[in-house]
């Protein structure tokens, strides 16, 4: 694998279940992230880490819960979502440090919430 | 704070026509500026970046950029469009926090091939 991996493609879930999204860099990178992009919105960036710390947290609701058990991996944890959930969640990574690095996407997971 | 504003949400054109896929932005401090293309069913991609020097910048598939610091812009051009070219464009800024990169986008322009 190469780049940036995002597991499952496709997710159609209840609003009373519980699932998980796997992002997995193979660039070395120390930073990732997370973002959710919404028909006729802008890229929302939802969750930054950076060294395996979390350093941004663009008030993101509670229902959604990120993990970074390492600077490789990065789940995004989620329960009791709502309909207004349903998007494309992008993960990506970065050489963080320095704002010059571009970041590298993950082909997203389509989530969608019935 | 920083911010982006690309001024067309949708830009058609004609096979072989010369693009142009206009991006403002604003920023306090010295900026870092991104071009990102996203195909259907994919993740974004990077086209090209200004960091610093030469204010023309190159990328893939035959885009370049201009950036512009009087007028805050960072237009994207292409003289030669395809159809495969048709996809959404973001505009990016940068900035700093904790340690990682943050990426402002702005709000997308999608460009249609016409044949």
């Known amino acids: 694998e190469t780049g940036v991996t995002q597991t499952p493609r496709h997710l159609v879930m209840g609003m009373t279940n519980k699932k998980s999204l796997k992002c997995e860099q193979h660039?070395?990178?120390?930073?990732m992230y997370w973002y959710k992009q919404s028909a006729k919105k802008p890229l929302e960036l939802m969750f930054v880490?950076?060294?395996?710390?979390?350093?941004e947290n663009n008030s993101v609701p509670s229902r959604f819960s990120p993990e970074c058990p390492n600077s490789s991996h990065l789940f995004l944890h989620l329960h009791t979502l709502q309909p207004e959930d349903s998007a494309l969640y992008l993960c990506?990574?970065?050489?963080?440090?320095?704002?010059?690095?571009?970041?590298?996407f993950g082909p997203g997971t389509r989530l969608t919430v019935t | 704070a920083q911010s982006v504003t690309q001024l067309d949400s949708q830009v058609p054109v004609f096979e072989e026509a010369p693009v142009e896929l206009r991006c403002n932005y604003s920023s306090s401090v010295s900026v870092y500026l991104f071009w990102y293309v996203q195909y259907p069913n994919q993740g974004l991609q990077l086209l090209l970046k200004?960091?610093?020097?030469?204010?023309l910048v190159k990328g893939i598939n035959g885009f370049e950029a201009e950036f512009n610091k009087s007028q805050t812009s960072f237009h994207l051009r292409k003289p030669s469009v395809h159809i495969s070219d048709t996809a959404e464009y973001f505009c990016a800024v940068s900035g700093l926090r904790g340690g990682a990169q943050k990426l402002v986008f702005g709000q997308g322009t999608r460009l249609t091939i016409n044949p």
């Open positions: 660039l070395g990178h120390n930073a």
């Open positions: 200004y960091l610093s020097g030469s204010t």
């Open positions: 990506a990574s970065s050489q963080g440090g320095q704002g010059r690095n571009e970041q590298y």
């Open positions: 880490y950076s060294l395996e710390e979390r350093v």
